[in-house]
């Protein structure tokens, strides 16, 4: 068990999509798909994209201010702001920076984490340490992403799978004993970005007329690899941060999971010997909203009454990198 005297909990969610709903059958209207293959082979059936002017940080700012609003606090009481994306408004400054004005918040620490779809997981690791720590008393977590401007929709093997969103959280630091966030952990393996990778834009590859025309700016994916991946580290995760805290998979009450694809997740179910009912998913809904996926998920299992007082609740995400996290929280 945990042998922290105090604890890091989350004291509010929030999250926000947009409003544009595109469809399977909408997908269908742009490259060479359907309903039933998407349905089938990733569970997913619809996902919202972002306004054209509608950035990561405003979609970051909706969820965050419904994440202050639903935690009850004064926003003058943030001391933290950390903003996971891979789609973030520019290079630089950070999504971060941008959420902080536009909020209206103190002139606090604020920086965003690059660690794709795991990046709000990690989030929670980082922010939960600080905490602990003593420097930071009040935390504004935020994964949120915008993901349709990097789809390229001449690839209809990557451009059905992907949506737009943000989900976040408040954690405060509270005198109490063995509750909130039990651990976090996180892995990474760099040894082949291709298998997931926006190749251009950065240092490697800047932008130029060679990598537009060669739709280097895309997302590009090796959707059979990055799946048998996604399995092994989704289950190991789970595995680790479990016998990290000394719990049991039969102590878990709710499992949220990155909703990548629902055969991932039923994997994941069966090699963890966990009913389908313990899940929360959104996956048909949303697409994978990488870093939001895992926020805007457990908003959504709180708000629907899922998470009571108590609960052991796994947290567990896969993405670019490849990076992985998971994280065990007790319901304060
Ligand atoms: C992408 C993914 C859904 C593809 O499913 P799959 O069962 O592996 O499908 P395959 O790649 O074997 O493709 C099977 C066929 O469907 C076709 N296909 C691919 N995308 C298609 C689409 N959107 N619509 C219709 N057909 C499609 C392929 O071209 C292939 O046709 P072929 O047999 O004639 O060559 C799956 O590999 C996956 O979900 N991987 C993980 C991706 C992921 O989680 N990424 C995010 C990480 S955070």
Known sequence: MSSQKQSVIILGTGSYVPENIVTNDDMAKM??????????????CERRFAAEGEA??????????????AAGIDRNDIDLIIVATMTPDMPFPSTACLVQSKLQLPNVCAFDVQAACSGFV????????????????KALVIGAEKTSPILDFEDRTTCVLFGDGAGAAILTREEIEGVGILGTIGGSDGSDPSVL????????IPASVDSIQARQHYL????????KQAVRVMGQASADILEKVGHQASDIDLVVPHQANMRIIDSLAKRMKI???K?????ERYGNTSAASVAIALDEAYKAGRI????????????????????????H
């Open 275 to 277: 009913p389908m009912e």
């Open 220 to 227: 590009k994916m090796n959707g059979k690899e990055i799946f």
């Open 122 to 137: 990690y989030t929670l690791g980082i922010a939960s340490s600080m905490l602990q720590s003593g420097n930071f008393n």
């Open 308 to 331: 009571k007082s108590g609960d052991i609740i796994l947290l567990v995400a896969f993405g670019a990198g490849l990076t992985w996290a998971s994280s065990l929280i007790k319901w």
């Open 197 to 204: 990778q926006q190749p251009a834009g950065g240092s490697a």
């Open 279 to 283: 899940f929360h998913n959104n996956l």
């Open 31 to 44: 490259v060479d798909t359907s309903d039933e293959w998407i349905r089938t082979r990733t569970g997913i």
């Open 56 to 69: 990561t940080s405003d979609m970051a700012c909706a969820a965050g201010e419904r994440a202050i609003q």
